[in-house]
């Protein structure tokens, strides 16, 4: 799946979608989806899912969220939110994808629960 983008020729906005999803994971994992772990049918994507939501922590860099976190709830509601987008950008069927309007007004809406949560 990482060669996703221009797959048979043709570029579209939902390869573009695809790729965003897929640089999500990568930022928010800090494993590059070329990484040796990803062999056969794992890949970051499926790496990613599969620890969706329960064990997310076990997948997300470490250094973004630890047990001890003041406000560890409102942290994990928000990395769940933006892997949960990132999974939506990278859905197998590219019209089953989220568009990238709908990204941004996503990420938006993520940003302000986060930021409405420190008060």
């Known amino acids: ?4 983008y221009g797959q048979d020729g ?7 979608v695809y790729s965003f999803g897929i640089l ?10 070329g990484d ?13 899912s599969d620890s969706f939501p329960d064990e997310i922590l076990k997948v997300v860099d470490a250094n973004l969220v630890q047990l001890e ?10 990395l769940l939110s933006i892997i949960e987008l990132a999974l939506s950008c ?6 089953a994808r989220i568009s990238m309007e709908d990204s941004l ?8 629960q986060f930021v ?4």
């Open 105 to 112: 007004s996503t990420l938006q809406k993520i940003r302000l």
């Open 116 to 119: 409405n949560s420190r008060r």
């Open 69 to 78: 976190d003041e406000r560890i709830d409102a942290k994990m509601q928000c």
């Open 24 to 33: 999500m994971m990568e930022t928010f994992t800090r494993i590059r989806p």
């Open 90 to 95: 990278t859905l197998v069927t590219p019209d």
């Open 1 to 4: 799946m990482i060669a996703e």
């Open 36 to 48: 040796e772990r990803f062999t056969g049918e794992l890949s970051i994507r499926r790496w990613v």
């Open 10 to 16: 043709i570029v579209s906005t939902s390869c573009d």
